[in-house]
């Protein structure tokens, strides 16, 4: 309630939660939020208010990881594998097709409890190497079932938890989807594949789509992996991206990740690449950062990035610095910008371990 009250004054039009949950038995991580049914009704109104007392837009971002959970029995599409993680993510179990089912309505669910309690809007995870991405992936999506091979049964799964929301929420209730447009990896969702499935989405009633990119097995959300110089001095990381898929869409576009300047955000939305301007990490250290480019009082974010000049962990580094913001600020305090990488490494560690401990409430 601490942190998004504080962004709720902080300018933005619209806040985007970090992700929640559809079913506590699957988190990301330990500490995530989960929503399984309307159990933690009041608490939950709690927060949207909090985060509508500014008078902005408040939207649930709703997702299943999969198999990039750290419990000790992931689901996917399929049996692979995480690459990275050093032994932290088992290997998955295929999930049947009743399971499936289970977890589309779990997502009508939870959409239907974020209506109830307050918040404006959902939005469905479907990138970053999560579990409707690992169904669009032919990397992790090996069925041989009507919701694997061809693009047309991958992208099932993703169609049939938008229908399914759409069916509890009503028309009026604003639905969104954040998708990958593309996975970075071979064998993986790839840009092609990413503008078919939007081509779909066109004719699905969405009311925003917003575009990013990569999965924990390469994060091209988090800026780490090399960027052409042309991109890095347009800012956004999948801006040509989102010039190619504008034309296809009758709905706005919102691109998030790379935005620093308000040269950049203006030049993006002039040249009409896009009509929402994303912001995730600055938020986390400068959280009155909107309403300061708006007034013309800041011309840039101070956000930089959290390297440890070890590449297999710097994508780890940069998200917990982020985090460790995000708890500062719940906690009531104002964001460290001195923190130093191995101090954030070390905090990460600490708190996994002390959570892992701790008794989970069914």
């Known amino acids: 309630m601490r942190l998004y009250s504080r962004w709720a004054k902080g300018g933005a039009g619209l806040l985007i939660t970090g992700n929640v949950m559809v079913d506590p038995a699957r988190l990301g991580e330990p500490g995530d939020v989960a929503v399984q049914d309307a159990?933690?009704?009041?608490?939950?109104?709690?927060?949207?208010?909090?985060?509508?007392?500014?008078?902005?837009?408040?939207?649930?971002?709703?997702?299943?990881?999969?198999?990039?959970?750290?419990?000790?029995?992931?689901?996917?599409?399929?049996?692979?594998?995480?690459?990275?993680?050093?032994?932290?993510?088992?290997?998955?179990?295929?999930?049947?097709?009743?399971?499936?089912?289970?977890?589309?309505?779990?997502?009508a669910t939870t959409a239907s409890v974020a209506r109830e309690a307050g918040f404006t809007g959902v939005e469905v995870h479907g990138a970053h190497g999560y579990l409707v991405n690992q169904?669009?992936?032919?990397?992790?999506?090996?069925?041989?079932?009507?919701?694997?091979?061809?693009?047309?049964?991958?992208?099932?799964?993703?169609?049939?938890?938008?229908r399914a929301i759409r069916r509890v929420v009503g028309k009026d209730f604003p639905?969104?989807?954040?998708?990958?447009?593309?996975?970075?990896?071979?064998?993986?969702?790839?840009?092609?594949?990413?503008?078919?499935?939007?081509?779909?989405?066109?004719?699905?009633?969405?009311?925003?789509?917003?575009?990013s990119g990569g999965t924990y097995e390469s994060a091209a959300m988090t800026g780490v992996t090399p960027r052409k110089e042309s991109t890095v001095a347009r800012e956004a990381y999948f801006l040509d991206y989102a010039a190619k898929v504008r034309d296809l869409l009758n709905i706005p576009l919102m691109l998030t990740g790379?935005?620093?300047?308000?040269?950049?955000?203006?030049?993006?939305?002039?040249?009409?690449?896009?009509?929402?301007?994303?912001?995730?990490?600055?938020?986390?250290?400068?959280?009155?950062?909107?309403?300061?480019?708006?007034?013309?009082?800041?011309?840039?974010?101070?956000?930089?990035?959290?390297r440890t000049g070890i590449r297999y962990i710097d994508g780890l580094v940069e998200v917990s610095w982020y985090q460790q913001q995000l708890q500062r600020m719940g906690e009531g305090k104002d964001p460290d910008p001195t923190r130093g990488p191995w101090r954030v490494l070390a905090t990460r560690f600490l708190s996994v371990g002390k959570d892992m401990l701790r008794p989970k409430r069914s």
Do not use: Y
């Open 39 to 107: 159990r933690d009704l009041p608490m939950l109104k709690r927060w949207a208010e909090a985060a509508r007392s500014g008078g902005s837009q408040v939207w649930m971002q709703i997702n299943h990881p999969g198999r990039q959970s750290m419990t000790p029995d992931p689901v996917a599409p399929s049996a692979v594998p995480m690459q990275v993680g050093g032994g932290v993510f088992k290997t998955p179990r295929a999930l049947v097709e009743s399971e499936i089912e289970d977890i589309v309505r779990r997502f």
């Open 258 to 306: 790379g935005f620093r300047t308000t040269a950049g955000m203006e030049a993006a939305l002039q040249e009409g690449a896009i009509d929402v301007v994303g912001m995730a990490r600055p938020l986390a250290q400068e959280p009155d950062l909107p309403a300061r480019l708006l007034e013309g009082t800041a011309a840039r974010s101070q956000a930089q990035p959290r």
């Open 175 to 211: 639905l969104a989807v954040k998708l990958n447009s593309a996975d970075f990896q071979r064998g993986g969702f790839s840009e092609e594949d990413s503008m078919s499935v939007v081509r779909t989405l066109t004719g699905e009633g969405l009311d925003l789509l917003e575009v």
């Open 135 to 162: 169904f669009l992936s032919p990397r992790t999506n090996q069925r041989q079932d009507a919701w694997g091979g061809s693009l047309e049964n991958r992208m099932r799964f993703l169609l049939e938890v938008v």
